[in-house]
């Protein structure tokens, strides 16, 4: 296999990866390494020194607001979880308070609503046959 990729020059197809015309590769004795050389001529390497190190000190940026925001966030969703149990908690002592009275007081309740519906439909059945004269 290594004798397939090893052809025209290239050594374990290394032009490929050239990116300029700056860089270049050579043969060495050992067949794991590939060694590079740098023409100063063809390559403004603190140009791009200096811009990689403008696009992290952005990247950097962008991860310290990420990492607020999120912050943040996790903060907002725990008051709102406290916030939640505490509903919870409200909810399920008014049940209970109700629960309570209910049966202290017995099947009452239900006997008033029924005769409170029948009330409703006789008012209804009076409307309805007054206004058809």
Not at 101 to 115: A, P, R, T
């Amino acid at each position: 296999m290594a004798s397939s990729s090893h052809r025209g020059g290239d050594f374990y197809g290394a032009a490929s990866y050239r990116s300029r015309d700056g860089l270049s590769t050579r043969q060495v004795g050992s067949a794991d390494e590939i060694q590079l050389r740098i023409d100063p001529m063809h390559g403004d390497l603190d140009d791009e020194i200096t811009g990689l190190r403008k696009q992290v000190k952005q990247l950097r940026n962008v991860a310290q607001e990420i990492e607020s925001e999120a912050k943040y966030q996790n903060d907002f969703i725990s008051q709102l979880q406290m916030t939640l149990i505490k509903a919870q908690a409200g909810v399920k002592n008014n049940m209970r308070r109700l629960n309570r009275s209910i049966i202290q007081e017995g099947s009452n309740h239900v006997m008033h609503v029924v005769l409170f519906a029948l009330f409703c439909f006789f008012i209804i059945y009076w409307l309805a046959k007054f206004s058809r004269r």
